[in-house]
């Protein structure tokens, strides 16, 4: 279901009305005129998306219209998905048990997955504190009385309707998608306040860390992506949703560029910090700072590729888990994701060479073997899911890489389809959190 470090400010971006178009994030910064139809009205166009391929979402688009079978396949899987999707939610942050240590309703608050107490429950010590921490192992009472599984509810169904909106048209999946993102971050009374200031809290120790911008991983790049789905003229989605989603990312931006939260973990050395230069790239990207995005990206090959992957294309940091196979596909999902933003920038982290050979392709090479099923994976995994790596694995052959394309048809499906051709840009697809 994993972004990003760089230290800038925030330059203003435009803010559409009726009469004024926004600047759109995957060109030249150009302003383009919000259209007032579908795009399965009339001519199909590229939505601006800051990850998933726009252009690619438009030629797929076209294929399916002249009846490709296999995009049809494909699109009857996200269908059931979306229509599954249309009688739940919306969600909302102020509808947790108990508000975030901090009192504000409006705070998103999610807790530790790893950690577990270590005490009986009594009157005198009702959380069995105090918490030790079990690398991999994940604490169920994690996902009660905290937001972060209705987070995920809100990033798979926006992301899921506003593609089934793409490809079929029915207004529908637009008006559901608009209907939950309004809730979740932009209604007055249901909002979430743009920072993660109570992501993964321990009890009796933190009231929140700087690793629980991991909560937002890659899921919030799949929202920004949704949006601009949506921005292309769906139903249900208004001019000032899009107004007030801007200001919310700019908010959210300036809080992970700025906070101490932020900064914190912009210093990491692993996936978090892969992450969050992703997450930092594709807000700035989606808010008009263009030269933000490209810095990000750019720094990533001295800050990240060079000292996370090994000259044999491992991830040491990765690797020492007891989630290792997870933990390097997930990472790799950051990097396939970063790339992609740098390719609106014009910065190739893909084609990036680091001083001992290391590069995107031999981290993604490196897992080929387990991913195709020809070798067991050598490392400590308590949960190993074949499947886990397909989408970097996709992303690397796209970009060229001629090992990762002779490996594909040697991949294991996920559970819900292989939907690539559909949405071109790396997920999480095992379950694990954290």
């Not at 995920?152 to 506003?162: I, W």
């Not at 910065?347 to 001083?355: E, N, T």
């Not at 195709?372 to 694995?393: K, Q």
Request: aromatic share 8%; net charge neutral; hydrophobic share 40%.
């Amino acid at each position: 279901m994993a972004l990003l470090a760089a230290v800038a400010a925030i330059a203003s971006a435009l803010v559409p009305t009726a009469s004024q178009a926004a600047p759109h994030p995957g060109t030249d910064g150009a302003p383009y005129t919000a259209v007032a139809k579908a795009p399965y009205t009339s001519a199909v166009q590229a939505p601006h998306t800051v990850v998933v391929d726009g252009a690619r979402m438009k030629d797929a688009r076209r294929r399916l219209d002249a009846g490709d079978p296999a995009l049809r396949a494909a699109l009857g899987k996200l269908t059931a998905a979306a229509d599954t999707w249309l009688g739940q939610g919306p969600w909302t942050v102020v509808d947790k048990p108990k508000p975030a240590p901090g009192g504000d309703p409006h705070d998103y608050l999610s807790q530790a997955p790893y950690w577990w107490p270590s005490k009986p429950r009594t009157a005198d010590n009702p959380w069995g504190c105090p918490y030790v921490q079990k690398d991999g192992q994940r604490n169920p009472e994690v996902d009660t009385g905290t937001d972060r599984p209705d987070l995920g509810k809100v990033v798979g169904s926006v992301t899921t309707l506003s593609l089934a909106w793409y490809y079929t048209g029915r207004a529908q999946y637009a008006e559901r998608a608009s209907t939950v993102l309004r809730t979740w971050f932009l209604d007055p009374e249901t909002r979430m306040n743009p920072n993660l200031d109570h992501g993964q809290f321990i009890p009796c120790k933190y009231d929140g860390r700087a690793i629980g911008i991991i909560d937002f991983s890659q899921q919030y790049t799949s929202v920004l992506d949704a949006v601009a789905v949506l921005d292309l003229g769906a139903p249900g989605w208004r001019a000032d949703d899009r107004a007030r989603m801007l200001d919310w990312n700019k908010k959210y931006l300036d809080w992970l560029v700025n906070s101490p939260f932020g900064k914190e973990e912009s210093a990491a050395g692993n996936n978090h910090g892969t992450f969050q230069d992703m997450q930092i790239a594709a807000l700035a990207l989606a808010t008009g700072d263009r030269a933000l995005a490209a810095r990000t990206v750019r720094a990533a090959e001295k800050l990240r590729v060079d000292p996370q992957i090994a000259a044999d294309g491992s991830q040491p940091q990765e690797l020492a888990r007891t989630r290792s196979w997870h933990y390097s596909a997930f990472d790799l999902v950051a990097y396939s994701r970063l790339a992609a933003i740098g390719g609106h920038v014009g910065v190739d982290l893909w084609g990036y060479r680091g001083p001992q050979g290391q590069s995107l392709f031999k981290a993604v090479d490196y897992l080929l073997p387990a991913a195709t099923g020809a070798a067991v994976w050598p490392h400590p995994e308590l949960e190993f899911y074949r499947y886990a790596a397909s989408d970097v694995v996709h992303a690397a052959a796209d970009a060229g890489d001629r090992k990762a394309r002779a490996a594909v048809p040697g991949l294991q499906e996920p559970p819900g389809g292989d939907l690539w051709a559909l949405r071109p840009a790396a997920e999480q697809l095992d379950s694990i959190a954290g």
